[in-house]
């Protein structure tokens, strides 16, 4: 049988006190805390090699009250010293001892019923006299002090000495359990048999080949241990990862782009109007520094502000006054699409181009919203590529995110036509999530830029997937809360 | 986005039949209208920016029919001749000078509808209108209303009783003190005279954009009425008329036309409800759509969605404002002919998978790190110029800086990872130490070279804090991370308000300048209530590639 080095010491501690004893009594004979005395003779009892009895003490303890008459002796024996000088009044007595009134009025009582005063009441209150017996107790060492004393020093006192000191309020008793562990015979031979285990293998163990004469001690392979924390990557970053893989696994190259964005890149050259609502204040981080940004050559931006005013071929176009200066105003991207058509203008179809980053909104920061986030874009830009390429590549992406279920709802972006919302649909919610949105960039976003053929294109939240998959309820979790504990804690899987 | 409340009664019964919320929730959806709300009297619609026509529960009631393949084509909507007349005065010209109007007849206003139409205007000056700013509706009983009404101005001190008022007020007293007058004042206030509607007896019939005055208001037992959309933009002030009226002809009343007199002598008659012929080609549907639709089918989805045609050219209703490109038509084929109907296709474009460098770098350092034992953290790129420079203590650089920060915490774009990283130590003094954390972070710097003016730049921080953190234990982690990349690194004695004088180093590679390592000062600790030492160093890891 294995045993555990401390269940050793428990043994010997146990054989050095005849075989029985209590865990506080072990733990002196063992050397070895109290604690782990108990614990370990509990799980020496579990292998049969000890018997556990339990047991009740009562533990009398002194009050406030007690501890001072410990100390300054008791009031009625301060009364009974001073009697021997010959009878007194109480008020006397009062003032010699300098007892408080109640206690000395409390201490009458006491003195009659032992017959050690006789009490009268006189022409100035209560008269006391002292009898023999009282003189006796007056004299006599022993009493309720030297009891106190006793209590204090060892615990012990008699039954009926405590309960009279407890009606006098000098002393409490506190109950609580104990045990005594008695020794089985069993336990001599598992001893023996436990001297030859190895506990700690060591490197002068493995050397010197003693393991291979003794045992190896096995473990409480359940036992708690201490928590450990290596490096991580945080969940964005896996996850961010896990995208980049399956669009470079469709073949698609990847980008980046400037977080300080043209107007006209972020806005103009994808059709959205100068005076459109998510170009206000309240919607777009406009800058103080820099303050101004380049826009490209004259072409495209000829081409673009021709889009807007009257229209590309076939198009009616918005139909106002398109102004350069609002194009070149800086401000921090509002979505990656920035990035992903500045791609367009560089590109020679077929092309398919992604990116993942970093975007801004001007919100107010709370469970639901933050001022900036990550997004992905991705485009596609081929000669035959029509409304079910786009559905494809959406569905193809979402599969491998773990999402079977999709569809497709029609949706409204300014620059894109087919417009759609792809959705997913989570069982154990019940319910479609949108999940980003997507479409065919209309002409007047395409033609401008010298590119002729259909441009598949999408926007994605990397939060929200993350957010559905841990069950997270709030988005600060993401960038603003940096928890640790949630970090360390939170699964990559 | 707008989202519009329809009461269902009112709403089924435009429609012609009666609808269980799944035709809510997964039918109509298909239409391109996500339910938002349901109850038993009635729904919350989201209606996309592009179909401002639904914004009223007749639009909506229309394209249903058309969708569910109840009623087909454009219905027509005649528009009757009148001796309605409307002079515009020179003074408005160029600053609030588009006006279109129309004079309706014969309606029949219920609480639910009347309700429905208050919706709309509201609606419209909203989006289309941009809050007023672009134009505004107004609408008058014309019952006691005399002709010729003229658009002008009026002097501040001009009196008027406004809508559910009892009391004259000055034009400027509305301004400052009606409710209108506080939400949209601001579009006049700097005005020498206010842009008003009169009468033919010189009566206040509005203040434009903001008010209406009491005297010629609309309420159920209004019969015939007066509609003014007034603004800076012709298209927006055409929209929107034609969408009301389309709206209440759908109930049926009568629309007559307003003549509208310029200065210039020219006369517009409106409103004007002829559908546009556009050409189309089925061919550029089909091939956008990878559908084999013969012309028949082509024409049964766009009859559906409420078109016509004339020829082979289609006609679009003087309410859809949204077509402006043969592209759109072939939305709303799509959309008729079911999303769900589509069969996704496997891709098949091939191209060649390509990596951005940048990433792929960043990636192969966040694998270090994360070896060497630190947890990655991903924080904010906004901040505030207190949180960036003062307290680290250290020197304010030219920064992007916001124009409009909606809170002072979001002020600029930060320029180091160093005070991202104390705040994440700050917000885990509770939790078990040792702390070991990294970012691979973009920071941005001002760049007047740089086509936008100002340049992403990744940096990698690493920090450690707990009871002894110091600079020997971060200098061994940041040799070991630097042995990694194979890059040789020296250190040189430098200064940083952020760090302890004498316990600071400017890292350097091949002689240049790639970083800094060491102890926080003391002070900058607590700036950011923290209570442990924490050592750390950051590398601009453009310069390491």
Redesign the interface.
Known sequence: MDLHPLEIKVIEGLKKLGGKGSAGAIAEAAGIEKPQAERFAYSLSQKGLAVLEKRTHQTPKLTKLGEQYKKEGMPEKKILKELLDGEQTLERLIGKTGLDRKEAEACIGILKKNGWAAIRKGDKGLELEITEIGKIEANSKKDFQTELQNIADSGYVDENVLNQLRKRGLVEVASHADFTVELKEEASSAITEAQDVIHNLTHEIIKSGEWKTKKLRGYDVRAEVANYYGGKLHPLTVARNKIRRIFLDLGFEETEGPLVESSFWNFDALFQPQDHPSRDLADTFYLKSPKETNIPDAKIVGNVKKAHESGTLNSTGWGYKWNAELAKKPILRTHTTAVTIRALSQIKPPAKVFSIGRVFRNETLDFKHLPEFTQIDGIVADENVSFKDLLGYLKEFFYRMGFEKIRFRPAYFPYTEMSTEPEVYLEERGEWIELGGSGIFRPEVTEPLGIDVPVLAWGLSLERPIMLKYGLKDIRSFYYFNDLKWLRDVSLK | MALVTFNKKDLESLIGKKLTESDYKDKL????V?LERYTDTEVDLEI????PDMLSVEGFARAAQGFLGIKTKSPEYEVKRGNFVVNVDQKLLGLRGCAGFAVVKDLKFTGESIAAFMQLQEKLATTIG?KRK?ASIGTYDLSDLRFPVKLTTISKITKFIPLGGTQEQTAEQVLKTHPKGQEYGHLIEKWLEYPAYLDGRGRVMSLLPVINSEFSKITTSTKNMLIEVTGT?W?AVREMLNIIVCALAERGAKIYEVKTVYPSEKVIRMPDLRPRKM?FDINYAN????LDLKQNEVKERLLRMRFDFAGNDVLVPAYRTDI?????L??DI??AHG??K???????????????E??EFA?LL??I??????????????TNEGEEFDKTKRQRL??????????I??TM?RTSLIPSIL??FA??QS??MP???FEVG?V?H?D?Y???????ITKLIAGISHASAGYSEIKSMLEAFCRNIGTEVSFAETEDGAFIEGRVAEIKAKGEKVGIIGEIHPEVLLNFNIEYPVALFQLNIEKLK
């Not at chain 2, 959806?29 to 391109?32: F, K, L, Q, T, V």
């Open positions: 959806i298909m239409m391109g996500p996309f920016p592009n179909r941009r672009k933009d298209k050409k091939k956008l759509l990878d402006m490109h043969p592209l759109d072939v939305e799509a959309i999303y769900e589509f069969e996704p296709r496997i891709p098949q474009i091939p191209t060649i998978a390509k990596p951005n940048k990433e990636n966040r694998n790190m994360s070896g060497l034992g630190f947890q990655e953290i991903v924080t904010f790129i906004l030219e920064h992007v800086e916001i124009q409009n920060p909606k809170t915490d979001y774009a705040r994440a917000q885990n939790n078990e702390h070991k954390m973009t941005v001002l007047k740089y086509e936008t003016g100002a340049k992403n």
